[in-house]
Nanobody
């Protein structure tokens, strides 16, 4: 069984920074991609950033230049450094993993990020 455990959410003022971390544990043969999604109240879950095994990254237009995704392959962890946070970044952030040899995706339980104006 595979688990994704997130940490690092919280409350921050606009313009501030937060760093989210996600650790994947269990039987992992390799990682195709890991990333972060978010869901604000009343809205659909949306991609924030993703990092593939080949090192490619993809960011939502709304976070480009402010957020940076990184991964530690040896530890099966992914981090999201969020700078210059805005109130519209407020959401529950979910870690996501596309793993080798598994036919399903994996999600973390979510961590709340609240940005006050």
């Amino acid at each position: 069984q595979v688990q994704l455990v997130e940490s690092g959410g919280g409350l921050v003022q606009a313009g501030g920074s937060l760093r989210l971390s996600c650790a994947a544990s269990g039987t992992i043969f390799g990682i195709n991609a890991m990333g972060w999604y978010r869901q604000a109240p009343g809205k659909q879950r949306e991609l924030v950033a993703v990092l593939t095994s080949g090192g490619s990254t993809n960011y939502a237009d709304s976070v480009k230049g402010r957020f940076t995704i990184s991964r530690d392959n040896a530890k099966n962890t992914v981090a999201l450094q969020m700078n210059s946070l805005k109130p519209e970044d407020t959401a529950v952030y979910f870690c996501h993993a596309d793993l080798m040899w598994y036919t399903r995706d994996y999600w973390g339980q979510g961590t709340q990020v609240t940005v006050s104006s």
